[in-house]
């Protein structure tokens, strides 16, 4: 079974929380994230794996409790890059202050498919 290097998007969803409030606002950070797998599916698997680890929970210096969830992994492709540790970010963007109805058409844009973001 051959071995290939796969990019792989994770759309996280960024929540501010204070006084047992969400905001009406949410935050998403987009990563790509290197995988080696044996299929595209594998790669997926993996890369769930990494973006789950990556998840984490903390009070910001406003004292929000700020919680960063998975919440989508769109896309995903062969990737040339050579020698690159699995889980290695290779790239990140925020887009703050979008609504989940913003961001859903977005994700609906980027896979052509609706997402399935859990609250």
Partial sequence: ?????????????I????CDKL???IS????????NA?????????AE???????TEYENTLG???KIRLAYTPT???SDLVDIEPGTEVYSSGFFDATEDEMNRLLDIMSNKKSNIDP
């Fill in 76 to 78: 995903g492709y062969l």
């Fill in 64 to 66: 929000e409790t700020v």
């Fill in 49 to 55: 794996k990494f973006g789950i680890k990556y998840e």
């Fill in 1 to 13: 079974m051959r071995i290939n290097n796969y990019a792989v998007k994770l759309i996280y969803r």
């Fill in 23 to 25: 905001s009406d606002l």
């Fill in 28 to 35: 998403w950070e987009e990563r790509v994230i290197c995988v």
């Fill in 38 to 46: 044996s299929s595209f599916d594998d790669a997926f698997r993996k």
């Fill in 15 to 18: 929540n501010y929380q204070k």
